[in-house]
């Protein structure tokens, strides 16, 4: 509905005005709840900390992928929920196992490096084992503490080993074999949470092992839902060339179709891409399993996950908080397991061309999400966001969004478009 208003000219005449003045512009959208949202959801520091304590505590996260910790003792460090660091282990047993990466002696980070193998001696502790480097306390891949330095000594029976154990996280492999956490010890099954949302990619994930080829971090200055609503929507394709020229002007783009899941996931269906509407592109050879040839799906994972799976590549981004401003973002690319050497360098070049750190994709969102922090800087005058369109779940429908903010709504437990009105009111 306008917003335009009649008023007078010097000489007497009536005009319509189509700026607005600061009560206008300061006006609630005048639509629905569900379709516009308050930019202080994402400018609010006491908003954000309240995310992380209402849903990244509590809700399935992925961290890494079981390929980046092949054998029995590799691990992978990682922070989840804001600032928890997080360990995650191959036990000899050959499952895989998060635990919480503070040492329960002094509240020291055991494992410090990024990755890499127990099987090799810390300076002060034995192989195959976790080893704080303060006071040498060890635990073992199963995150049984190992040694005390001078037990007896110093605790006389008053601590032990069995007491001081490692905090164990909720931990499962699934969907492409990604490694996903909850920090909720009574959080449901992680099926449960995914409700379904990976079905229709499932033959293309699960058939045969994948592999990590590609590995990128950023630290963006944008809220990660700003990042995340990128692959959220499809209307700002008018700002990617590559996209419009491969996608949006081809036929059948607009009858590509959303569907939305409960706990807020979000699909995309099957599209085809016309990579050689592109100068300089060409046709992508190698696809997945039960994939059709240069076939693009998408899935959107509630609250900061993306997979896209995309001729002959899968990306997976994962979106973790640092601070209403700041987010971590992880890119990994994917292929699979049994790739020839000549294979898995088509599928490099096909995932750096679009989504590598000098793609054809990556830098108008990066552009677009650090402008829309600028202009919602505190005192700025932002005041919302709208979500309204509607093309009957069409790829420009922006139901994704509003799909995502009812998930937000309800567990926050207040409404997005206005983050001072409680749900109970």
């Known amino acids: 509905m306008s917003n335009a208003v009649m008023e007078r000219t010097p000489a007497g005449e009536h005009k319509q005005r189509h700026t607005r003045n600061l009560a206008e512009w300061s006006r609630r959208p005048q639509l629905p709840d569900t379709h516009y949202v308050d930019t202080r959801v994402y ?11 209402k849903i990244f505590n509590r809700v399935w996260l992925p961290v890494c992928h079981e390929s980046e910790l092949p054998n029995p003792y590799d691990y992978r460090t990682a922070s989840v929920a804001g600032f928890k660091p997080i360990v995650v282990v191959r036990g000899p047993d050959n499952k895989i196992r998060t635990f919480l990466n503070i040492c329960p002696h002094r509240g020291n980070i055991i494992v410090r490096s990024p990755a890499g193998t127990l099987t090799k001696a810390e300076p002060s502790g034995n192989p195959k084992h976790m080893t704080c480097m303060f006071h040498g306390w060890q635990w073992d891949a199963f995150g049984r503490c190992a040694e005390i330095p001078r037990e007896e000594q110093g605790y006389q029976g008053r601590v032990c080993k069995a007491d001081v154990g490692l905090r164990e996280i909720r931990t499962e492999v699934a969907h492409g074999g990604f490694v996903w956490v909850n920090l909720d010890d009574n959080c449901e099954p992680l099926a449960d949470y995914i409700a379904g949302a990976f079905d229709f990619m499932s033959q293309e994930l699960d058939t045969e092992p994948l592999e990590i080829f590609h590995y990128q971090k950023s630290v963006i200055r944008t809220n990660y839902k700003l990042w995340h609503e990128t692959s959220r929507e499809f209307y700002h394709d008018y700002m990617h060339y590559h996209n419009r020229a491969t996608g949006m002007l081809q ?4 009858d590509r179709k959303y569907t939305v899941f409960p706990n807020g996931h979000a699909a995309t269906g099957l599209t085809t891409i016309v990579y050689e509407a592109y100068e300089g592109n060409k046709d992508r050879v190698l696809t997945f399993p039960g994939m059709p040839k240069n076939g693009w799906k998408q899935v959107n994972i509630f609250p900061a996950c993306t997979y896209s799976l995309r001729a002959s590549c899968l990306r997976v981004s994962i979106m973790t ?5 700041e987010t971590l973002i992880e890119i990994r690319g994917l292929g699979l397991k049994r790739d020839t050497p000549q294979e898995r360098e088509e599928r490099i070049i096909d995932h750096d061309t679009i989504w590598g750190p000098f793609g054809r994709n990556l830098h108008e969102d990066l552009l677009a999400v650090q402008n829309q922090s600028i202009a919602m800087r505190e005192g700025s005058g932002s005041k919302y966001l709208i979500m309204a369109r509607e093309e009957n779940s069409t790829i420009h429908d922006e139901i994704g969004l509003r799909s995502y903010f009812a998930e937000w709504t309800r567990r926050m437990g207040r409404m997005a478009s206005d983050p001072t009105r409680l749900l109970e009111d």
């Open 43 to 53: 400018t609010d520091p006491i908003i954000f900390r309240e995310e992380i304590e």
């Open 321 to 325: 908080p640092i601070s209403e401003r």
């Open 251 to 254: 036929k059948g783009y607009f």
